[in-house]
């Protein structure tokens, strides 16, 4: 709800992102904030906040897809690496400069998508789900028994750094701008496409698919849009990650991180883009913990095996993919809004 | 040509393995209407608790395997009172996402409780192989095979002959439907979840007797899926026929494409029948075809 005295005249007005002028202003310093991270904070922070963008534009893609579109996807983890792939491969073969590589990566991964969302057309829910699984298992396969000099095989690809007007792209300040350039760019539009016509038809199709085709919305082109946007965030994303690690090995996209990403719509909130963006900053704060934590925690308590983190990190994932769904089903995203209806209802109940 | 028997008779009993696995995945979805993705990591817990009573415990295998069977049902019943029970009319994807959790929270506590090292799992059946003439059949397929043949065909008597097993069917059918008719949800799905873990722990007894044990043992868990669509998620006893076809294919996929091609095709094979499954007639062989209504 908007605070007291903002009212809406036009359907411009009502569908605005920013609503008041403290937002714009909020939304400027953080704005700021994100171009000045490389000044402020260290080199390994700056590195966890160039993943952070990466994983961030990934999960955009999977909420607009799942959130939305209610459409399960098991398999985004494999669609960012088709889209890592194919960015990896026009990169080190023909040699093409990055804002014609990662779009590239993003196509293909789009392609990909769209071929198992038309699965989509026939069967939803857990079926579904199996289908993206099978996705994961196929990529897997294809990627290791293809012929190693087109991908690589289980040796993984190496790339070069990526260069802008001659400027070499390898610390880690100009790949973290490359990441808040693209990621902005992606998190602008996914915004933009769930408050289009298309995003209204992801949400009627989601809320029940049987009574959307009667009212004259194209069922099965829009769970198949849904697939395409979806897998050409994970695309991006993907050859996001190419340029980042520099290395593309098949075992950085497996069903586990797919599911990962899921855990991220989960605790962030279904069907909303900032909640989307607060899971992901969320988890990716707490596995950051446990992974620099836990070789401390080994090292004081010396009866816990040095495989304590990998299971702790499992632990903490299941927990929390079923803690969220039986306890706060709508999220982190949820939470803040009573929070804020509240700040802005205070001092009275409603 | 005997190479040929021999790899059809092989194929078959490790398809009943698969069937036997996915009855655990059918017995779950026809009493509570949850696709339980967290079977294959049922299966390395029961083979855990056999492992714990029998080998670090030191009980005899006729005392450590039953009191497995009891851990892996109240484990069961547990796994329902903590997250299932809460989740009854709920969503889909709320239930199937719940099962993914467990999946990667029970891997988890069995690394925290366990430890990743691979362990040797107690001799149940004999080791000596079964020869015929040229044919050469391991025992604990063997035995396996036959044990899921019965167990296959009393449940499928059970979900379609009796009182309990029909109200059940109502359950998977629909939940507010079966409640307002006045069948224990809750009751049906503690049910599915018991008899589940239990079955799990049969398949790892099976699957697992004289050979080593560790946490990766659950990929079997995803090698049944085929099996499990190509039946159709309601039928128990199309699982059988369904075990028997994926098992052969695999089988003589292995046998005859792996060297052609280099390898794995034996392993992808049943995902492919199972994509084609699904975009062709995603209902199996012997499922149910819905309506669907606003």
């Known amino acids: ?350 | 040509m005997i190479d040929f028997v021999n790899y059809v008779i092989n194929g078959a009993l490790i398809g009943l393995l698969y069937a036997l696995i996915a009855m655990g995945f059918v017995v779950i979805y026809r009493a509570s209407k949850v696709f339980n993705f967290a079977q294959g990591e049922l299966v390395v817990f029961g083979g855990f608790l056999v492992w714990w009573l029998v080998v670090s415990v030191g009980l005899p295998l006729w005392i450590g395997v039953p009191l497995a069977f009891a851990a892996a049902a109240l484990f069961g019943l547990a796994i329902e009172r903590i997250f299932f029970a809460r989740l009854v009319g709920e969503s889909v994807f709320a239930m199937v996402m719940v099962t993914i959790g467990l999946l990667i929270l029970i891997r988890g506590v069995v690394l925290l409780v366990f430890g990743p090292q691979v362990r040797p799992f107690p001799i149940v059946f004999p080791l000596q192989p079964i020869i015929v003439g040229d044919i050469l059949v391991p025992r604990s397929l063997l035995y396996g095979g036959l044990i899921t043949i019965a167990v296959g065909f009393g449940l499928a008597w059970f979900f379609n002959r009796t009182r309990p097993g029909l109200k059940m069917t109502a359950v998977a059918e629909d939940h507010q439907v079966a409640m307002s008719l006045g069948i224990s949800v809750r009751g049906s799905i503690a049910f599915a979840w018991v008899l589940g873990a239990m079955l799990s722990t049969l398949g790892a007894v099976i699957y697992l007797s004289g050979k080593s044990l560790n946490f990766l043992a659950s990929d079997i868990g995803l090698a049944a899926l085929p099996v499990a669509l190509l039946a159709g998620l309601e039928s128990v006893a199309g699982l059988l026929l369904a075990g028997v076809i994926v098992g052969v294919i695999q089988g003589l996929a292995v046998a005859y494409l792996d060297p052609v091609v280099g390898g794995a095709v034996g392993s992808v094979l049943p995902f492919l029948i199972m994509l084609g499954i699904l975009f062709i007639r995603p209902t199996g062989m012997f499922g149910w075809k819905t309506i669907e209504r606003v």
């Open chain 1, 1 to 350: 709800m908007d605070p007291s005295g903002v009212f809406a005249t036009r359907y411009e007005r009502d569908q605005a992102l920013v609503r008041t002028d403290r937002q714009r202003v909020a939304l400027a310093l953080f704005a700021v904030f994100l171009v000045c991270v490389p000044w402020l904070l260290g080199p390994r922070l700056v590195a966890t906040a160039s993943v952070m963008l990466i994983t961030a534009v990934v999960v955009v893609g999977l909420q607009i897809n799942t959130g939305h579109a209610g459409q399960v996807n098991l398999g985004q983890a494999a669609f960012m690496g088709v889209g890592a792939y194919t960015t990896g491969v026009m990169a080190t073969h023909a040699g093409l400069p990055f804002w014609i590589t990662i779009p590239a990566g993003g196509a293909a991964a789009a392609v990909f998508g769209f071929v198992f969302g038309l699965s989509a057309v026939r069967i939803k829910g857990f079926y579904l789900a199996l289908t993206t699984i099978a996705a994961q298992l196929l990529f897997h396969f294809l990627v290791l028994n293809l012929p190693s000099r087109w991908l690589g095989g289980s040796n993984g690809l190496t790339l070069e750094p990526a260069t802008f007007l001659g400027h070499r792209i390898a610390d880690e300040a100009s790949i973290y701008w490359l990441c808040l350039a693209f990621a902005a760019v992606m998190v602008f539009g996914a915004y933009g496409i769930t408050r289009s016509r298309h995003g209204r038809a992801f949400v009627a199709v989601r809320d029940d698919d049987v009574a959307s085709g009667m009212m004259g919305i194209d069922v099965v082109r829009t769970k198949a849009t849904a697939f395409l946007i979806g897998a050409f965030y994970a695309g991006i994303g993907g050859g996001l990650w190419a340029y980042y690690v520099r290395f593309v090995a098949v075992d950085q996209f497996t069903l586990l991180n797919s599911i990962w990403f899921i855990a991220m719509i989960i605790v962030g909130g279904m069907g909303s883009v900032t909640g989307a963006l607060i899971g992901v900053f969320a988890i990716k704060v707490v596995q950051e913990t446990i992974t620099s934590l836990g070789p401390s925690v080994v090292a004081t308590f010396p009866f816990l095996s040095g495989d304590i983190v990998f299971a702790t990190m499992n632990v903490f994932l299941g927990g929390i993919i079923a803690a969220f769904l039986l306890f706060e089903p709508r999220g982190l995203m949820h939470r803040w809004n009573i929070l804020k209806r509240s700040y802005r209802l205070w001092p009275f109940p409603y």
